[in-house]
C-alpha cells in the first residue's frame, strides 16, 4: 500500500508539479522523468511525513516480534549495510514461536 501511495505522489508531482522533478532528454526530444528525483514535490512530502509515524511503528512491532529492541533502527544510519540488515530482519525473518520480553507472539 506504501509503494502505491509513493507511485501516486510521484505522478501527482510529476503532472501538477514538473518543475519539482529534474528530466532527461530522450531520444527524439522527448523528456523522460528521472526516476529517482533528488527533491520532490510537495504532494510527495506530505506523503512521507504523514507515513513516517505508522512506518516507524510497524517497524517497532516487526522488531519487537523478533525480540529486538527499536534501537535497532539505528542501523539505518550506517551507510551501505544499514538498510539490508533491516531488510532481512523485519521483512525477511519470521517471527519468534515463543513469548519474549515484548509479550506473546502474535496469533
Request: no cysteine; glycine share 10%.
Amino acid at each position: 500500500m506504501i509503494a502505491l501511495i509513493g507511485v501516486v505522489t510521484t505522478w501527482v508531482d510529476a503532472r501538477w508539479f514538473p518543475e519539482s522533478y529534474p528530466r532527461l532528454e530522450g531520444g527524439e526530444g522527448v523528456d523522460v522523468l528521472w526516476p529517482f528525483a533528488d527533491s520532490g514535490g510537495p504532494v510527495t512530502a506530505v506523503a512521507a511525513l504523514v507515513l513516517f509515524v505508522p512506518n516507524v511503528a510497524a517497524m517497532v512491532t516487526r522488531l519487537h516480534d523478533r525480540d529486538h529492541s527499536a534501537w535497532w533502527l539505528l542501523w539505518n544510519l550506517l551507510p551501505g549495510i544499514g538498510w539490508l540488515v533491516l531488510v532481512v530482519t523485519v521483512g525477511l525473518l519470521g517471527t519468534e514461536q515463543r513469548a519474549n520480553r515484548y509479550g506473546p507472539p502474535p496469533h
